[in-house]
């Protein structure tokens, strides 16, 4: 999946993102403050790891945990100009092999239950996204220095191909910002669009 996972820093390209299972958590709030957040990660990947060992010994298949995938929105876009993260709604979530199903996720939820405390499991779904037609590139920098990348995604290149938003910004974190310098940090921005 090169052609999703591995997009150029300067110039955005045109994909189309076919429909793919994935581990999903919503929630509201600034994801640098927000308890909710920092739940809804622990247990997606606490679930998601589960359910690679379960793989590997149930099914005799293993597999690479997927990168933290996120999609952001807000009632209100102007929010995300003035940086009020609170406002901002989100989906955060881990992709998940095709061979996946809803018996193995059931009981990878209830196994790492039993092993944690994790209070976001209540919210954890099992889902498909299709996103289709998307235009993407790889940011390096920080989370905030996103803005300049968006605005010309936004206001020049959507507009002159005669496109419009198809969907929520989605961010893929190549990076742990936890160990990554913020300057060194990769992170693809997609956007799904569709012809106006």
């Known amino acids: 999946m090169r052609e999703l996972f591995g997009p150029p820093t300067k110039d955005f390209v045109l994909v189309t993102v076919p429909e793919l299972n994935f581990l999903m958590i919503d929630g509201k709030g600034d994801p640098g403050t927000a308890l909710s957040y920092a739940e809804a990660v622990e247990a997606l990947y606490s679930v998601s790891y589960t359910l690679k060992f379960a793989s590997k010994k149930q099914l005799e298949r293993d597999y690479v945990i997927p990168p933290l995938e996120g999609l952001w929105w807000a009632d209100d876009p102007a929010v995300f100009v003035a940086r009020q993260r609170d406002e901002w709604r989100w989906t955060m979530m881990i992709m998940q092999p095709d061979w996946i199903t809803d018996g193995l996720v059931a009981e990878a939820v209830e196994t790492s239950g039993r092993k944690k405390d994790l209070p976001a499991v209540p919210g954890l779904r099992f889902d498909r ?48 910002p936890r160990k990554t310098a913020a300057e060194k940090l990769k992170t693809i921005l997609r956007q799904p669009v569709k012809e106006l």
């Open 129 to 176: 996204l299709h996103e289709g037609l998307s235009l993407q590139i790889m940011h390096i920098g920080s989370y905030e220095a996103e803005g300049p990348t968006l605005a010309r995604l936004h206001d020049d290149l959507m507009p002159s191909r005669c496109f419009t938003f198809n969907g929520p910004h989605h961010e893929i974190y190549l990076g742990d």
